[in-house]
């Protein structure tokens, strides 16, 4: 059975995990919600399978065309404050996984996924990832930003760093690989990113990624391995390396 709760009474409906709306007002049908206090909803997907199951969406949050799915047990998604969604999957499939967006971020044609169990995806607050190009005026569709991570492994992007279109997190290679004496040879490991860091276009970041504090992860760039001893660079590269030290970087252009 699903368990919502409006104005501190607990509404229950058809599947036995739990969603609750904080501040936001249930019409209708399960994926039909619409929100006050400054939150809306339109065209919101929800499926859930198993067993004590959370997602909770907080006050101020505006999401439109986005999915999402749970599939196990003790598993939670936590969106906070003021946080704008749009065009964004959102799934989990295992038992005791973690996915969290910080108040006050925007996500455009983003996937997250957590598979197997314990995993975590933690975006911290005012995060930017990814996003529409604007031709005059109209938006034109772009690449999906894709974070993945297994086998109990997590992502964790600090505050107020930005991810442009078509970049890829991934944890975990999916497939084992072993040596002659069967010992696993790529097992799933974190990607950390710092604060303030700009991750540009169609990037790729794999297991064991990090990167420091208020650095640039250029174009097109392959990070594989632990750089976060440098804060304040520009990495670029396949693989990435650091080609200018001493940097800051600012989203907007000055006029």
Known sequence: ML?????????HLFTNSILLLNYNLLTGYRNKIAGRFGSF???????????????????????????????????????????????C??????????????RRSSLTRAELGIEHDKGRIIIMKDAYIGGFMQLGNKKNDTAVTHMYTGEGAEIFIREKSYISEGVTFRTSDSHPIY?????????????????????????????????GDNSVLGYHSLLNKNLSEYSNVVLTGTPAKVVRENINWERYLKR
């Not at 949050?61 to 003021?82: A, L, Q, T, V």
């Not at 799934?91 to 969290?100: F, T, V």
């Open 3 to 11: 368990h919502f709760l409006l104005n501190n009474k607990l509404i």
């Open 41 to 87: 909803f339109l065209r919101f997907r929800i499926r859930v399978s198993g067993e004590n199951n959370v997602i909770i969406i907080n006050k101020g949050c505006k999401i439109k065309n986005c999915k999402f799915y749970i599939y196990g047990n003790n598993n939670s998604i936590i969106i906070e404050d003021e946080v704008n969604l749009t065009e």
């Open 89 to 102: 999957v959102f799934w989990i499939s295992g038992d005791e996984n973690n996915l969290e967006i910080g």
């Open 179 to 211: 040596d002659s004496e069967n010992k696993r040879i790529n097992p799933a490991k974190n990607i950390v990113i710092g604060e303030n860091c700009w991750i540009c276009a169609f990037s790729t970041l794999m297991k064991g990624a990090q990167m």
